[in-house]
């Protein structure tokens, strides 16, 4: 049986707001330590740890294994969504936090290629793996402590907080590499200078330790736990109770992760190759992704009123007609307007998914259940779009450099994600119409109070 949460047990305005500060700086945290990787692919590490290629080569092959980090993401995630599931969302995201942190600190004392050879990109590797396996932890954990917080009729809006750590943390390394190769000299750089922001990770380590054990326990996995001691595998269920859920939210997680991946770290490198400056790159970027944060928590609020089917695939269209454009920018190296593109595709586009994204997720599933049905839906679902980042050194050379086969790949995407979320079901609360919705595979309700109160 489905049951609400007691209003005279919701959290006070105030709680909320600590809880979403919190949750949106410890996410950031985890984040910087995943995107920093990305930000060093495009920038130098093409030349310290794949030098035999040809430049952008070099760069794509960095970038194959930034992607190498998604395939990873689904064991992580499954596996720490059980845990989340079994033991508390609170307990997975500190150990999440130490995998990524300890790693990242570790690059920033590497050798290069010319020190050890073959065994410095290898490490790497093995490193980005690591940065892998506890993203895909941390994901679904993080969603659900601010989710499962959050009263029904606000969830979009809190939910979009604890989204807001990914471009939050992307921005952070981009801002430090900019400062950096602004102050240094590129020989510098090169040789010392792109350690920092990796052996800055630790002080960001501690300051999110701090912040994640400050935070209290989800308040429905605690009432879960007192009602049930023995739960059915949570894997086992929602592949048995939920698989239409799984399909289709992997579908609309696809064009969310391909245009981060795109318009957030692959178009760096394809722009550089293309003989646009750094500096312009990093400030395009920054423009775009600063502009997602101020979007971000409105469109989480306007899915709480008008439904998270609605905003998410507006994004999804507009990544649609904002694809072909925004590399055309760069390809006609129109470079005064760039930014004009990449906002188009960020805070537009993928803001419009990813901010009602947790709140979407989280309602599909029961409290017994739902980290590993969250961190399923979003480790595959990103996993299948990281495929765009391997394939996209292929799909720049059958069309001799020009990125119009790319471009229309995010458009397949972009397309698929929009049919896919078409055929989910509302779950926002405030739209009673789909309250009383029925799954025609598991029989269970969904719709944001029902199935988010479910114990």
């Known amino acids: 049986m489905e049951q609400n949460r007691n209003p005279a047990t919701e959290p006070s305005p105030g709680m909320m707001r600590r809880v979403a500060i919190a949750s949106c700086i410890g996410t950031t945290v985890e984040w910087y330590d995943f995107f920093i990787y990305a930000t060093a692919s495009a920038l130098v590490f093409n030349k310290l740890f794949f030098p035999s290629f040809d430049p952008l080569v070099g760069s794509l092959v960095a970038l194959a294994t930034y992607a190498a980090g998604f395939f990873v993401r689904p064991i992580g995630g499954l596996l720490f969504g059980y845990l989340g599931d079994r033991y508390g969302r609170k307990s997975a995201l500190v150990t999440t936090l130490l995998i990524v942190g300890i790693a990242t600190f570790v690059i920033g004392l590497m050798p290069t290629y010319n020190e050890i050879g073959i065994a410095a990109p290898l490490v790497l590797l093995f490193i980005r793996m690591l940065h892998g396996f506890g993203i895909g932890g941390e994901q679904g954990n993080a969603i659900l402590i601010m989710c499962e917080h959050a009263p029904a009729r606000q969830r979009g809006f809190f939910g979009s907080w604890v989204q807001m750590g990914a471009p939050a943390g992307f921005i952070l390394p981009l801002g430090i590499f900019a400062a950096l190769t602004t102050l240094l000299s590129e020989d510098a750089f090169i040789s010392w200078g792109w350690r920092i922001p990796f052996l800055l990770s630790l002080v960001l380590v501690g300051i999110g330790m701090y912040i994640r054990l400050s935070l209290t326990e989800s308040p429905l996995f605690l009432e879960m736990r007192k009602r049930r001691a023995e739960d059915p595998h949570p894997l086992v269920e929602i592949l048995r109770k939920y698989p239409r859920f799984l399909i289709l939210g992997c579908g609309s997680k696809f064009a969310e992760s391909?245009?981060?991946?795109?318009?957030?770290?692959?178009?760096?490198?394809?722009?550089?190759?293309?003989?646009?400056?750094?500096?312009?790159?990093?400030?395009?970027?920054?423009?775009?992704?600063?502009?997602?944060?101020?979007?971000?928590?409105?469109?989480?609020?306007?899915?709480?009123?008008?439904?998270?089917?609605?905003?998410?695939?507006?994004?999804?269209?507009?990544?649609?007609?904002?694809a072909f454009p925004a590399f055309a920018l760069?390809?006609?190296?129109?470079?005064?307007?760039?930014?004009?593109?990449l906002a188009a595709a960020l805070a537009l586009g993928h803001a419009a998914m990813y901010a009602p994204q947790a709140a979407f997720y989280?309602?599909?599933?029961?409290?017994?259940?739902?980290?590993?049905?969250?961190?399923?839906?979003?480790?595959?679902?990103?996993?299948?779009?990281?495929?765009?980042?391997?394939?996209?050194?292929?799909?720049?050379?059958?069309?001799?450099g020009a990125p119009w086969a790319l471009a229309g790949?995010?458009?397949?995407?972009?397309?698929?994600?929009?049919?896919?979320?078409?055929?989910?079901?509302?779950?926002?609360?405030?739209?009673?119409?789909?309250?009383?919705?029925?799954?025609?595979?598991?029989?269970?309700?969904?719709?944001?109070?029902?199935?988010?109160g479910a114990k």
Do not use: H
């Not at 991946?261 to 490198?269: E, R």
């Not at 003989?275 to 775009?288: E, F, W």
């Not at 595959?380 to 050379?397: D, H, K, M, P, R």
């Open 258 to 322: 391909v245009a981060f991946t795109s318009f957030a770290v692959l178009v760096t490198a394809y722009a550089t190759s293309r003989g646009v400056s750094r500096p312009v790159m990093t400030s395009a970027s920054l423009v775009a992704i600063v502009l997602e944060l101020i979007s971000m928590p409105m469109f989480g609020a306007l899915s709480d009123r008008i439904g998270r089917k609605p905003v998410y695939m507006f994004g999804a269209a507009c990544v649609l007609l904002a």
């Open 330 to 341: 760069i390809y006609y190296r129109m470079d005064s307007y760039i930014w004009v593109g």
């Open 362 to 400: 989280s309602e599909f599933f029961p409290t017994p259940i739902r980290a590993s049905g969250v961190s399923f839906i979003q480790q595959i679902g990103a996993l299948i779009g990281s495929v765009g980042t391997l394939a996209a050194g292929w799909l720049l050379e059958i069309a001799n």
């Open 409 to 452: 790949y995010i458009g397949l995407g972009c397309i698929i994600t929009i049919a896919c979320t078409a055929a989910l079901p509302e779950t926002a609360p405030r739209l009673g119409r789909w309250k009383d919705l029925v799954s025609g595979l598991s029989g269970e309700r969904v719709g944001g109070e029902a199935s988010l």
